[in-house]
């Protein structure tokens, strides 16, 4: 007997649109996805010294204060 439609299907190669995706089986609650996002929070911006001039400046960037990097002369600096 023929039959198309819902159900499990034998003795052949499912077509794609019997392929069915993952589904949540449960609705995730206020509370349990406040808890998971407890862990979510923000990083504090890491701030070093420049070793040529002392001033604060962010890691791996040139110097804003002095326009040097590692040391090196790198970009121009306007001084007011
Ligand atoms: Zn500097």
Known sequence: M?????????????RIEEVEMAV???RTSKQRKRKRRTHYKAEP???NTCSKCGDPKVPH???PTCG??????VIEVEVD
């Open 24 to 26: 949540p089986k449960k």
């Open 45 to 47: 911006v890491t701030v």
């Open 2 to 14: 023929h039959r198309d439609g819902d159900g499990p299907t034998l003795g052949r190669a499912p």
């Open 61 to 63: 960037r040139v110097c």
């Open 68 to 73: 040097h990097y590692r040391d090196e002369p």
